[in-house]
T-cell receptor
């Protein structure tokens, strides 16, 4: 099956700093990548959808200037949490869709646990 | 609005069978996914249904009734490793995935 990696798996940072999370599709080209956030005991919440070479589409209520998404190639998307605050502490998960096979099947990365002190 | 309902938590015994239900009300329907998510990990794909009926995959089966807006995930011969959250997600008319809150399944010996 398709493999998606995320780096780092865990990050602890001070309030006010910026954190970059990378999402890579290892054995396929991802035309679309998705960024989710999951708070404890809650479901996945889609933050944004990014297509290679174009601007990301953000969900309502997600600040695009705070959560910067770059999808510069068909195998890499990055999420930068700028000026992170404790309320940004969460589990961030990316997924990728190759656009072939079962449409909309999303292959998930292992997630990044962000803790902002 | 769009809505996906699943029970919050279920408990079952090792070796038994459990059925996790999912009802949905969405703007359009283009398929339904079931994912398994262990604590602290990302979801993993279990099944995809787009036509009515039962899809069987080993110990796991998934059923869909589009007219009733209803699906269930059936887990047989439960093992301790099946303790996880099970997420139901529906593809709406815009091909967006709408996620349920998940059902936490607890398996007891």
């Amino acid at each position: 099956g398709a493999v998606v990696s995320q780096h780092p798996s865990r990050v602890i940072c001070k309030s006010g700093t910026s954190v970059k999370i990378e999402c890579r599709s290892l054995d396929f080209q991802a035309t679309t990548m998705f960024w989710y956030r999951q708070f404890p005991k809650q479901s996945l919440m889609l933050m944004a959808t990014s297509n290679e070479g174009s601007k990301a589409t953000y969900e309502q209520g997600v600040e695009k200037d705070k959560f910067l998404i770059n999808h510069a190639s068909l195998t890499l998307s990055t999420l930068t949490v700028t000026s992170a605050h404790p309320e940004d502490s969460s589990f961030y998960i990316c997924s990728a869709n190759s656009g072939t096979g079962d449409f909309n099947e999303q292959f998930f990365g292992p997630g990044t646990r962000l803790t902002v002190l | 609005g769009q809505n996906i309902d699943q029970p919050t938590e279920m408990t079952a015994t090792e070796g038994a069978i459990v059925q996790i239900n999912c009802t949905y009300q969405t703007s359009g329907f283009n398929g339904l996914f079931w994912y398994q998510q262990h604590a602290g990990e990302a979801p993993t794909f279990l099944s995809y249904n787009v036509l009515d009926g039962l899809e069987e995959k080993g110990r796991f089966s998934s059923f869909l009734s589009r007219s009733k807006g209803y699906s269930y995930l059936l887990l047989k011969e439960l093992q301790m490793k099946d303790s996880a959250s099970y997420l139901c997600a529906v593809v709406d008319s815009n091909y967006q995935l709408i996620w349920g809150a998940g059902t936490k399944l607890i398996i007891k010996p």
